[in-house]
């Protein structure tokens, strides 16, 4: 009776064992499983209060492209009140800090629908969107000025959002994208967290941990 018990029992504990095992992670994940710890961690810069949670991106990254949607979609609906998300570019190489410039041109100009065109220009579409004429074309088509253009493009606040990322990718140690970091202090990302859905429990979870500023 005994081993027929044993048999049944073992089974059963390991089925129980992988029910509960998202659960157990999602309240005590890793260091150096799930994410890295920073050190020195880096200063935040978002309102007293708030937890930030950044996210190193690439337009020309699949997996950026893939994750986009879902990020939205947790901003929305499973985002913590007290998070704020900031998107930065990555800036390893020439072609990034090309992106990268794209992207704070869209920012300094108040376009943000046109994060969303640019993914799929170059995921999609497949134009690379790797010089200054193209980039120009992409905005020009879409109702921006050239003049307006090119006077954002080069323009001294995106150059000071530039030195910005580069300088945080430093001290972020940013290596691949989609990476995301928060509150200056965990890096993390898909496949440390375990797959894309646990990536939103694992960034809840550790921004559960920071205390609120102010």
């Known amino acids: 009776m005994k081993t027929s018990i044993a048999r049944f029992a073992r089974p059963l504990l390991a089925a129980l064992t992988l029910i509960s095992g998202p659960s157990a992670f999602a309240a005590d994940p890793v260091?150096?499983?799930?994410?890295?710890l920073l050190k020195p961690a880096v200063p935040t810069n978002v309102a007293?209060?708030?937890?930030?949670?950044?996210?190193?991106?690439w337009y020309a990254c699949g997996h950026c492209y893939a994750l986009e949607p879902k990020i939205e979609a947790w901003e929305r609906k499973g985002k913590p009140a007290n998070v704020q998300v900031v998107?930065?570019?990555?800036?390893?190489?020439?072609?990034?800090?090309?992106?990268?410039?794209?992207?704070?041109?869209?920012?300094v100009l108040g376009k943000p629908e046109l994060n969303a065109e640019a993914f799929r220009e170059i995921n999609v579409r497949g134009n690379r969107l790797d010089t200054?004429?193209?980039i120009e074309a992409f905005f020009?088509?879409?109702?921006?000025?050239?003049?307006?253009?090119?006077?954002?493009?080069?323009?001294?606040?995106?150059?000071?959002?530039l030195a910005r990322a580069a300088d945080l990718n430093r001290r972020y140690r940013i290596?691949?994208?989609?990476?995301?970091?928060?509150?200056?202090?965990?890096v993390t990302d898909v496949g440390m967290a375990g797959?894309?859905?646990?990536?939103?429990e694992l960034i809840n979870t550790l921004a559960a941990r920071e205390k609120p500023a102010g």
């Open 140 to 161: 020009t088509s879409r109702g921006v000025s050239k003049a307006d253009f090119q006077k954002t493009f080069s323009g001294f606040a995106v150059e000071s959002k």
């Open 48 to 57: 007293p209060g708030k937890v930030e949670v950044v996210e190193v991106f």
């Open 132 to 134: 200054p004429a193209k």
């Open 87 to 107: 998107r930065m570019p990555a800036v390893w190489n020439d072609l990034l800090k090309t992106h990268a410039r794209l992207f704070y041109t869209i920012e």
């Open 175 to 186: 290596a691949s994208t989609p990476t995301v970091v928060i509150n200056g202090k965990y």
């Open 31 to 36: 260091e150096g499983v799930n994410y890295k």
């Open 195 to 200: 797959g894309e859905d646990k990536l939103f």
